[in-house]
Structures are given as C-alpha cells and as structure tokens.
C-alpha cells in the first residue's frame, strides 16, 4: 500500500471511529514508512532510541508511539482503542502534539478506565488544569500508571508542588517520573525532594534535566539521596547548571553507604578540574559500592567473594567497610585484602544490604 493509500485508508476508518482496523493496518508497520506528517512525533521521540525502531504499534509489547490527532482532535477514537481490554495498548506515547481542551478531558478520564501502565505527553501542550486533573486521576485506585512522562510542558512551580503532593499518597503507584525542561525553579526542587523521603513515595527512576536546579538544590538532594526513606535508583540531572559546590555534595551522597542510586546522568553541567576529580573518585566507589550489593542482596555470594578477593580494603566503599577501620589489633591485617582465599580471612561484610546475614 502506498503511502497515499495507507493515508486514505487511515483516516477514513479513525473518522468512523473504526480503531480496530486503525491498530490492525499499522500494527509491525516500521516507524519510517507511514506519512511524515502524521506520525512525525514518532520520530521525534528522543527518550528511547529502542523504542524509536520499533513498529509505530505492537500488538506484542501493547506499545502505540503515535496517533493522527488532525483526524481525531478530540481523540475520542484512541480513547475507544486504549479502553478496550480485548486490545492490548499499555503504552502511549505522544509527541510534539497539540491536542484540543476536549481531547485532554477525554484522555485523563479514560486513565482509570483502561490498561496503560505508561503514559508519555512529550511536547504536548498540557495545561496546567489538565495536568492536576491527571494527577488526580493518578491518585485513583483505578489507575495502574507507573510511569509518567510530561517532560517539555510548561507545568511550572506550581505543577512541580502538585506533583510533590501527589507523590506523598499512598494511592499514587508512580515508580518512574520524567520532569525535564518543564521550568521549575531550584526553590521548588526541595518539594520534590521532600516527596522522594516519604514512606509513600515509590519512584525509583527520576528525570529531572533541563531545569536549573543550581547548586543550593543540589544540597537538598544529596540530602535525600543518603536517606534511608529514599529508593531512588536511577536518577538524570543533565543541563541542570550544577556547579563545584552541587558536585561536593552530590560526591558525599554517592559514597554514603545508604545511597541507592545505579544509574546517574550529569552530562552538560559545567565544573572545575578538581570538582571533577572529586566526582570520578566517588563514582569510582559509586560503581564499587553498586557492584556489590547487587550481587549480595541476590545472594550471589560466589561474585562478592571472588571479587574481594586479594582487593586492598583501602579501595572498598567506606560506608560498606568502616568496621575494619575501627580495629586496630592487627595492623597488619588491616593493611591487607578483604577477602584472601589463601588465609581464609573475611574482614568485613555489608550488613546494611544483608541484615540477615543470609548470603554471608
């Protein structure tokens, strides 16, 4: 089918409300192939180059990367297609879109009412109303999104403070959150952080990017990050015009023994030499640290083991290994590996990560 066809064909049956036969004709069809106009916010997607190749809906994975708004403006056809459990669409992604004040409403209802597990607004317009009114609907028993993406929409402070608010409620399901470029101010950031503390709070992947945190937020996320309360394991602060002093703070969260984090982007945000000397010794053990109690919290005490094994304690994870510093009886000792397969001599374990002591 060509592509003038494939159009014809398209926005005759969306029209009519026809979705199955919509899903059915572009389901495996390859993100390059449909009309440019219609699906260019498939190719502008920039969150997951993966899922850029991927076909613009799979009736496998439940993945819709798109939709032809200028046929459905107030996209009473897709929420037709989302809401029906016989078909699998559990994740939506919309780009670069301008949807009409009615297909906002039509949208955040239907959230309670079908399958979406993930929803992506990138670039979308969203108003400040609708945006509490999804937030509402998040808070739903109904709702089963654990992912939410609003980056590049102008929520503001205001937003921001909603959101934090939402991510208290012991209703909110939310494990991952992207907020990047949606202009809040580093004022606003320690509401976020405040909400990261909380019991209720289940976010482990953050995308915070292209706000200007600055320096003194970083104080409070550091703060948050050494937190017990904090499950944060994947965190992006690119662009964010972090400085020396957010560095600093930043290096004593990543070697705190209570901190999470796996996965940290800071690409984009300008330091010194020494701030990044600074930073590189801290990811060093950052990576140490995260290496470890992967394995350990999985039981798989055979890779610890191997790993510690003829490794100077002078190059474990302070908060891991601090009660070999403490002893002073054998020097000697102390100044040699963790772990030796020779002498049969453990000299620390991590009980943070195996309170326990099953894998030990």
């Not at 809906?57 to 107030?74: M, N, Q, R």
């Not at 990050?225 to 690119?238: E, F, G, M, V």
Request: with cysteine; aromatic share 10%.
């Amino acid at each position: 089918m060509d592509e003038y066809k494939l159009k014809a064909f398209l926005s005759i049956h969306i029209r009519e409300g026809a979705w199955q036969a919509a899903l059915l004709c572009i389901d495996k069809i390859p993100s390059g192939e449909p009309p440019w106009n219609w699906f260019k916010d498939a190719r502008n997607w920039p969150e997951d180059k993966k899922t850029i190749r991927l076909s613009l809906y799979s009736s496998t994975s439940g993945i819709l990367k798109a939709w032809p708004k200028e046929y459905d403006p107030d996209l009473v056809t897709l929420c037709k297609a989302i809401t029906d459990r016989d078909w699998k669409v559990t994740e939506l992604i919309l780009c670069n879109s301008r949807i009409s004040n009615d297909g906002w409403k039509n949208l955040i209802t239907v959230v309670t009412q079908c399958g979406l597990y993930s929803l992506t607004l990138y670039y979308s317009g969203l108003p400040r109303p609708e945006f509490k009114y999804l937030c509402q609907k998040v808070l739903s028993r109904d709702c089963n999104l654990t992912s939410l993406n609003v980056s590049y929409n102008k929520l503001e402070d205001k937003g921001i403070r909603f959101l934090s608010a939402v991510l208290t409620s012991a209703k909110c399901k939310l494990t991952s959150l992207n907020v990047s470029r949606t202009y809040f101010e580093s004022e606003v950031f320690q509401h976020l952080c405040g909400a990261l503390t909380s019991r209720n709070c289940t976010l482990t992947r953050l995308n915070v990017s292209f706000n200007r945190e600055e320096d003194r937020a970083l104080k409070d996320l550091a703060r948050t990050l050494a937190s017990t309360k904090c499950i944060l394991t994947s965190l992006d602060i690119s662009y964010t015009a972090i400085g020396d002093e957010g560095i600093n703070n930043l290096c004593e969260a990543l070697t705190d023994p209570k901190c999470k984090l796996r996965s940290l982007n800071l690409y984009g945000n300008w330091t010194s030499p020494s701030a990044v000397n600074e930073l590189r010794e801290a990811m060093d053990k950052y990576e140490l640290k995260a290496f470890l109690t992967i394995h350990i919290r999985e039981g798989a005490w055979q890779v610890v083991l191997l790993f510690m094994d003829e490794l100077p304690s002078h190059n474990l994870p302070w908060g891991f290994y601090h009660e070999m510093w403490y002893e002073d009886e054998d020097e000697e000792k102390i100044s040699s590996s963790s772990y030796s397969s020779t002498s049969d001599i453990l000299w620390a374990w991590p009980t943070e990560y195996d309170p326990d002591l099953v894998t030990l």
